[in-house]
């Protein structure tokens, strides 16, 4: 396809997801269940051609040599559909947002002001990998009156490309535009190009994926974006930790599905405990067949098993989102020097410490700058599903206007209604 035909193709895709959005105010809650409902029998009854459309993705990774943390990102299997169908009798269960009253108050001059949620408009979601998000962007957005434009990685192509359509047919289901969710039928980069310079017709882009891709978007977007950088969370075992707790949890946050974004890269272990807790973790770590990249005192600690393959760590590893079986290991003097390294080298995803000691929870609460603070528990339900928010569009690591897990209420703005009998201003 010629460069002026993918700019004529974003453009009219870009004009039809407006022309949609403006229709979409008069939707009811039960306009959206309904398209929901049909979504959730339509992905049912096409279980084998999703699957099918899915193995020719992951076939290709394969081939291609993507990193197996990376092909499990993109694999559909029967408990990941299951998971997705359930997902969408969450959001279809979640009350709908627009037109909830945020403020009211009367004027002395007798207006009624009333400060109520509305639909952003038309949303471009730019993603990579995992064929869930044409779903759950999808869905959030239609439940929160938006209209989308899904523009999906060339990995899950033809997972992407089938889902997209069972949703456009659940919508056209019940008489409505199915332009309401367009998906770019594409993967060339200049669509991307293009997409992010329809500012008249696109009112947010939200990326999903790597940084390479998202500070892509975030340098040449005319649209407002918000970001979901890497997701470089950590694991602050404290000195009255709870050590049984801290082993299991480290082992969730980082082995059960290292592809993603809230899985731990970091583990930070206070020195009164390192000598205890580091060796029996570091076994149990190996056993996963994680890769270990260790500072000085750790390597110290771990140089006399020889069973361990270690890695001397790099300012640049403790920055490093790697999506993999690695783990960068930091020992540090005091509380106060962990909260340093988790602000200094985290990317204000997801943290967590484990203590017993309630003072030192709060003190780790207040001062770590990121989305979301867990105590004594894994980094792993940052997860809008696990939040209750159905499913989540995204987990953003900016502070305007949404931060972390993106659910409904989250893709809502709201405007000013103003009810008079008359009044003039003098």
């Given at each position: ?8 193709l ?20 039960v ?24 193995k020719?993705?992951?076939g ?37 947002p ?15 002001i ?62 409505q ?16 190009t ?83 807790f ?37 300012e ?25 390294f ?39 339900f ?31 703005t ?13």
């Amino acid at each position: 396809m010629s460069k002026e035909n993918i700019q004529e193709l974003i453009e009219g895709i870009a004009s039809k997801a407006r022309k949609a959005s403006l229709q979409m105010t008069r939707l009811t809650a039960v306009d959206k269940n309904n398209i929901l409902s049909s979504l959730i029998e339509k992905i049912a009854s096409n279980r084998e051609a999703i699957l099918e459309a899915n193995k020719i993705d992951t076939g290709t990774a394969k081939a291609n040599g993507l990193a197996q943390a990376m092909v499990d990102r993109l694999t559909f299997t029967e408990e990941r559909l299951d998971q997705l169908i359930e997902g969408i009798h969450e959001v279809k269960a979640l009350k709908d947002p627009v037109g909830e009253e945020i403020d009211g108050d009367f004027r002395p001059n007798g207006l009624h002001i009333k400060k109520i949620r509305v639909a952003i408009g038309v949303i471009g979601i730019i993603y990579e990998s995992r064929p869930n998000v044409t779903i759950d962007c999808a869905i959030l957005c239609l439940k929160s009156g938006n209209a989308c434009i899904l523009r999906g990685g060339k990995e899950a192509y033809h997972t992407n490309t089938i889902l997209a359509k069972l949703i456009r047919e659940a919508i056209k289901t019940h008489g409505q535009n199915p332009d309401i969710v367009q998906f770019i039928p594409t993967t060339d980069r200049e669509a991307l190009t293009h997409l992010l310079k329809q500012h008249e017709n696109i009112h947010c882009i939200i990326p999903r994926g790597g940084e390479s891709l998202i500070r892509f978007v975030a340098e040449n977007s005319l649209i407002p974006v918000i970001k979901h950088y890497k997701g470089v969370c950590n694991l602050y075992v404290d000195k009255d930790a709870d050590l049984e707790i801290a082993g299991d949890v480290t082992i969730n946050a980082k082995c059960q599905r290292p592809g993603v974004c809230n899985s731990i890269e970091n583990l930070i272990i206070h020195k009164d405990v390192a000598e205890t807790f580091l060796p029996a973790i570091a076994e149990r770590l190996g056993g996963h067949n994680v890769k270990l990249k260790v500072d000085k005192i750790a390597k110290g600690i771990l140089s006399s098993d020889s069973t361990l393959s270690l890695e001397d760590a790099t300012e640049e590893d403790y920055y490093t989102e790697f999506l993999d079986l690695t783990l960068s290991i930091k020992i540090v003097a005091s509380l106060d020097e962990g909260i340093e390294f988790i602000n200094t080298y985290g990317s204000a995803h997801s943290e967590s410490i484990i203590t017993r000691n309630e003072e030192t929870a709060d003190i780790f609460f207040k001062d770590i700058d990121s989305s979301t603070i867990y105590r004594n528990a894994s980094t792993r339900f940052t997860d809008g599903f696990e939040f209750g928010l159905g499913a989540e569009i995204g987990i953003s690591t900016d502070r305007l206007h949404a931060r972390g897990p993106m659910g409904l209420r989250e893709l809502c703005t709201y405007k000013y209604i103003v009810t008079g009998e008359g009044q003039i201003k003098a």
